[in-house]
């Protein structure tokens, strides 16, 4: 009954605004100790600074001690990903390697310890989900555009290695500078430097914009956007199955999807 209560209190901290708000709080300050401590530092300070990351470290094996002891089923918390990324950051971080071989090991340790952001904020975790859950696709659109970079760049290759060498000399250098292209990183320098050999290679590099930073482009912005209106949906089911609430009608859903599309392409 004790420890029932306990678990009670536990559940209740963990979710407790504050207390959510404090972590990220600790998460930032821990992205700020890594960024001082690239600088040169007094010894005192450098000193206070290893103290206060020890302190911080602490804090996240008591805060993710308080979120397991308020899971009502233990083995629940270990079911999330973000849960087990959270708990290996921490381990890991405990262990004192600052003055052994593995010391660069620890310093990426807490770098990564901002990631922790990620799994304490839902937005976040919405988005990473949704990302993560879109590689399969975006893999498939991926190999498609790295096939038309292959054919452009052999083409490329082959008329204009002439011209400039060192863009244009192998496959791997004209891969290189279509990427420039696409990126519109002074592409007209590019374009204007073989027009003078070949006047209608800029029919070339249009259409190799057209498809790479328009098309493709367009075709990645609308897979995330559907995976992530697919995950909001997911995770809106859940949270109403939790809490007994009634399910949104089609029309509703239809409505939700329509005003989070039209945010994401004023934000685009």
Known sequence: MKFARMQQQFDRLRRNRLF??????????????????????DERVLA??????????????LEIAIRFLGEHRKRDFFKSGWNIFDTLIVSVSLIPIQDSELALLG????????LRMISIIPELR???????????????????????????????????????????????????????????????DVMYETMR??????LYYISFIFLTAFAFLNMI???????????????QAEQQAKTGEPQPSRRQLAQQIAELRTLIERKL
């Open 197 to 202: 050999i070949y006047p209608l290679s800029w």
């Open 107 to 114: 310093r990426l340790i807490r770098i990564f310890r901002v």
């Open 20 to 41: 959510e708000a404090f972590v990220i709080l600790v998460i930032l300050l821990s992205a700020v100790l890594v960024g001082i401590k690239s600088y040169q530092l």
């Open 126 to 188: 919405i988005l990473m989900n949704s990302l993560l859950k879109a590689l399969p696709q975006l893999g498939y659109v991926c190999l498609l555009m790295f096939i038309i970079f292959y054919i452009y760049a052999a083409i490329g290759t082959s008329f204009f290695a002439p011209v400039n060498p060192a863009l244009w000399g192998d496959i791997a250098r004209s891969l290189l500078t279509l990427f420039r292209v696409m990126t519109f990183e002074d592409w007209t």
């Open 48 to 61: 206070a600074i290893i103290l206060l990351d020890w302190g911080i470290t602490l804090f996240f094996l």
């Open 221 to 235: 912005i609308g897979i995330v956007v559907k995976v992530i209106e697919e995950e909001q949906r997911t995770v």
